[in-house]
């Protein structure tokens, strides 16, 4: 496989994981929260892309909030060594603040996403990216932006060798809708756009339409569609033995989740 497809396949979060700070307890003496959910996918699929090509992912992540605001959590998830080479896993590590003013929420705070043992094809540079967020939500209704602080996910001369420089600066720029139509179901819409700074041939849409319906006691399960505007020709990803996917191709994405 040539270099370009060995490193299109970036992971992150958040098939799985939860980026909301968890609500204190009313009545709890401590103000501290923290929850826990563990969760199985039928792939992992970040930003509409796919990275454990094609086959079952387990995710599980750690949360713990304080009633000022204060967040700070842990993810992570199973990912193909032909999508992230050598990649024993993802982990992310995130936090931030948010808040409440009148209807509208906020939310700010970082991402670093990490990759023991990844490194792209002999050059010695890892995938670990590093994320600055801030969003904003009016009832169902949340609109996000992600700003990547260095590179993103390893894009830059040295893994490329085109002269373009490194990829500090990519954006991610996001539009959530979670209604809930009946008792236990809720609707969920998305669309982004993921913008890759000097490598804009990688650069692509994303949307997703689902349902998902919580059972109590923390479980939920979600059934969606997912697809991208990707080009094919790069985010197709061979393994090995030569089976290649087409990781920005249109998908079904199954999960069940317990949340603690």
């Not at 039928?42 to 992540?61: C, H, K, L, M």
Request: net charge negative.
């Amino acid at each position: 496989m040539n270099q370009a497809l060995r490193i299109i396949a970036l992971g992150a979060v958040f098939s799985g994981s939860a980026f909301t700070p968890l609500a204190h307890a009313e009545g709890d003496s401590s103000s501290f929260s923290t929850s826990a959910n563990v969760g199985l996918y039928s792939q992992y699929v970040f930003r509409g892309i796919g990275y454990t090509q094609e086959n079952p992912a387990v995710q599980g992540g750690f949360d713990v909030s304080h009633e000022s605001g204060l967040y700070l959590g842990i993810w992570g998830t199973n990912v193909s060594d032909a999508a992230l080479n050598n990649a024993a896993g993802e982990i992310d590590i995130y936090g931030g603040y948010a808040g409440q003013v009148g209807d509208f929420g906020y939310d700010v705070g970082f991402l670093q996403f990490l990759f023991p043992g990844g490194e792209i094809n002999g050059t010695n540079e890892s995938y670990n990216t590093l994320e600055l967020y801030a969003g904003v939500s009016w009832g169902p209704v949340g609109i996000k932006y992600s700003h990547t602080v260095t590179d993103y996910f390893g894009f830059n001369n040295k893994t490329f060798g085109q002269g373009r420089g490194g990829s500090s600066g990519s954006n991610y720029i996001e539009a959530n809708v979670g209604y809930e139509f009946a008792p236990g179901w809720t609707a969920i819409a998305h669309a982004g756009r993921q913008h890759v700074e000097n490598y804009n041939e990688y650069s692509f849409n994303d949307w997703k339409l689902g349902v998902a319906y919580a059972f109590g006691s923390g479980w939920e399960a979600g059934l969606a569609w997912v697809d991208t505007t990707a080009d094919s020709d790069l985010y197709t990803v061979c393994d090995d033995n030569s089976h290649c996917k087409d990781t920005g191709k249109g998908k079904v994405l199954a999960h069940i989740k317990r949340t603690f």
